[in-house]
């Protein structure tokens, strides 16, 4: 990493635990480390049973610093070749940077993995890209409103989803192998959840993950309520024998 991407991905993350916080969600980060050669992301992030990635950039323009990495050309190959990666991609692989405001800190940014990088003026040694004649114009979003949306499961993929996406994503471009919810990822996968209260969990594989987050998750909630106050006040207590231990007005 380069610049000032680890702000913008604190930054972010600090958006993902407010967001958590005001709906109710846990928060789960994994950093991919080396695995952005294969994912094309520097983190994972787990909320609520929804799964996406994003690849943190400094600013807007070093998007273009994908066109160094073979493995950007060739997610957008395959991209553009079928249809329903794209349509997995699209809900959960994103691109975010960050912009410094005047005199004080980051607002960041996002937006489609696909829409962003997959484009001649971002990636203008790939050839497939150069020959894309559909072009989407990329929709582009604070930050804070991604954070927002997969705290209330409306941005992301389930495990299903997620699943098949990695399938495709790890395995299936290459004829010569697949993957499936059990097979060892190309990196070790280690969770930080400071809502959850989770330091450095390791995951082996997506299986792993999703079995432990289920259940964590549950629990969590359980804890959440019995430990919340019931709202609705007890009813007065009735005096004794007419009598209270308070002052009870004149009498008449």
């Known amino acids: 990493m380069a610049g000032r991407e680890l702000s913008v991905i604190d930054a972010f ?3 993902l635990i ?13 950093s991919l480390n080396s695995g952005d050669r294969n994912l094309n992301a520097d983190s994972m992030f787990a909320i609520n049973g929804r799964f996406f990635l994003v ?14 990495k073979e493995s950007a050309c060739f997610l957008c190959e395959g991209l553009l070749e079928v249809a329903e990666a794209l349509e997995l991609h ?3 692989h994103f691109a975010m940077w960050g912009r410094k405001k005047k005199n004080d800190g980051l607002d960041t940014f996002y937006g489609v993995y696909e829409d962003l990088v997959c484009r001649p003026e971002t990636l203008p040694s790939c050839e497939a890209v150069r020959c894309n004649q559909k072009l989407n114009i990329p929709q582009i979003g604070a930050g804070e409103e991604l954070a927002d949306k997969v ?19 790890l395995g299936a471009k290459d004829t010569a192998s697949t993957y499936e919810e059990s097979s060892e990822l190309p990196i070790t996968l ?3 959840s400071f809502a959850g209260g989770v330091k450095s969990r390791e995951f082996k594989n997506f299986k792993q993950l999703a079995d432990w987050a289920e259940p ?9 309520i019995a430990a919340t106050p019931d709202p609705t006040p007890p009813p007065p207590s009735s005096p004794k024998n007419g009598r209270s231990g308070g002052f009870s007005g004149p009498k008449f």
Not at 216 to 221: E, G, L
Request: aromatic share 12%; glycine share 8%; proline share 0%.
């Open 151 to 169: 705290a209330r499961k409306s941005a992301g993929l389930d495990r299903a989803g997620f699943l098949a996406y990695l399938e495709w994503l």
């Open 190 to 192: 280690f969770g930080t």
């Open 216 to 224: 964590f998750i549950s629990s969590y909630k359980s804890a959440q």
């Open 90 to 92: 699209q809900e959960c």
């Open 13 to 15: 993350h600090f958006d």
């Open 55 to 68: 690849e943190f950039k400094s600013n807007m323009g070093s998007l273009q610093d994908e066109d160094r």
């Open 18 to 30: 407010q967001a958590c916080q005001r709906h109710g969600a846990i928060d789960l980060k994994i």
